[in-house]
C-alpha cells in the first residue's frame, strides 16, 4: 500500500502530462483573454456635461487623471486614484474590456456612455499572458480538473456510506 500511495502521484502526472501537453497551446488560445491582465484607470460619473469637461482637463495636463479621479468619480475607484487592477482582461464589464483589448498604453478615451454613468478610461498597462512553463503546468492541471469533474458527473451522485452498508 505504501508503494501504491508513493507511486500514485507520479502516475497521476505523467497521465496528465500525456493526455493534455499536446492539446495545451490551443486551449491557451481560446483562454488568452481571460488569462491576460490589465492595470487602468476610470472615472465615472452620471454627469455628461462633467464628464467632459474632466476628460479636457486630464487631455489638457490641467489636471492629472489620479486628481480628476479622486475628486470626481463617483465609484470606490475613487479611493485609488481612478487606478485599478492588474485583473483579467475579462473582468471589467465587456464594453470597457474590448476598448482595453484595443488600446495602447496610456490612451485617453473620450467619455462614453456605460449604464447609467459616463466613464472616461485609460490604459495604463497590459500585460499579455505568455506561454511559459508555469502556464502550461497550471492550463494542464486546469484540463485535469475539468476531466475530472465531467467523469465524477458521469457516474452520478455518490451514495453516502450508510445506505451502501444497508444494502449488504
Sequence with gaps: ELQEMAVRPLLIEKFKQETWRP???NYFLTR???LDH???SLVRTKNPALANELYFRILEGEQSFG???RNFSEG???KSDGVLGPVPLSQPHPAISKLLS????NQLWTPRPLAEWMVIIRL???MPAQLDESMRLRLINELF???VTEQVSKIGPLQPLSSVSAIS
Excluded at 484595443?102 to 498604453?105: E, F, G, N, P, T
Design 102 to 105: 484595443v488600446s495602447k498604453a
Design 23 to 25: 492539446k495545451v497551446d
Design 124 to 126: 495604463e498597462q497590459f
Design 32 to 34: 488568452k483573454a481571460s
Design 38 to 40: 490589465v492595470v487602468y
Design 67 to 69: 486628481e480628476v479621479a
Design 145 to 147: 480538473e475539468t476531466w
Design 76 to 78: 470606490p475607484e475613487s
